[in-house]
């Protein structure tokens, strides 16, 4: 036996075990969260909005979906929620001064250490999406989610305006946070019905 050029086969090359689940990237999601509008998948510019869900978009990506809201539209389920543009918050963003754009890797051929184009003002983190950041409701302000709880108050640290816990929506959260954020948007929708019907 042997020497007619045959092989042998290995337990592994017969026996198939079950397929390995593709794991996603996370930098690859956190990239696509949190530089890419949720809406058209292109890369964010000012002005930038976020939805009650705090989903981030580009302003024109959103009012070009509400002036055409048909549904074979790509990603258009991402936005179902946005009922007009009281629905959306311009968010007051600072702008990171190690941010050079995209000038510095033209051919692609390096590496991108993903520099955040803006920080947070108080702490100064950036927003790349390893750290919670989240936005106050009434101004658009965007602050650190460490920030605003290394500084308790209830005063707006970039523009002085006032607000409440309610008024805070965390940024790209996950599905438990997003569901919550939902709740309260639901609430937040039935109570404004209510009042218009008693005036």
Same mark, same amino acid.
């Given at each position: ?114 520099? /955040?184009? %803006? ?5 100064? +983190?950036?927003?790349?999406? !390893?750290?919670?950041?989240?936005? $106050? *409701? =009434? ?21 002085? /305006?006032? %607000? ?5 929506? +965390?940024?790209?959260?996950? !599905?438990?946070?997003?569901?919550? $954020? *939902? =709740? ?16």
């Amino acid at each position: 036996m042997g020497c007619d050029g045959g092989t042998i086969p290995k337990r592994h090359e017969l026996v198939k075990g079950p397929k390995k689940v593709e794991k996603v990237d996370k930098n690859a999601e956190l990239v696509a969260r949190w530089f890419y509008c949720t809406l058209s998948q292109e890369r964010l510019t000012k002005p930038i909005v976020a939805c009650e869900l705090g989903r981030l978009y580009n302003k024109d990506a959103v009012i070009e979906f509400l002036l055409d809201k048909s549904p074979d539209k790509p990603h258009a389920d991402s936005a179902a929620h946005i009922k007009g543009i009281k629905s959306i918050i311009e968010l007051n963003l600072s702008d990171n001064p190690a941010w050079t754009g995209r000038k510095g890797n033209t051919k692609g051929d390096t590496y991108d250490d993903q520099c /955040a184009q %803006f920080i947070c003002p108080v702490v100064g +983190l950036e927003m790349n999406g !390893k750290h919670r950041f989240c936005v $106050l *409701r =009434k101004c658009g302000c965007v602050f650190s989610e460490r920030a605003l709880k290394e500084i308790k108050t209830d005063v707006c640290h970039k523009c002085g /305006a006032s %607000f409440q816990e309610t008024d805070l929506i +965390l940024l790209n959260g996950d !599905k438990e946070e997003v569901e919550e $954020l *939902r =709740k309260k948007m639901e609430e937040r929708r039935l109570k404004a019905k209510s009042e218009k019907k008693k005036k």
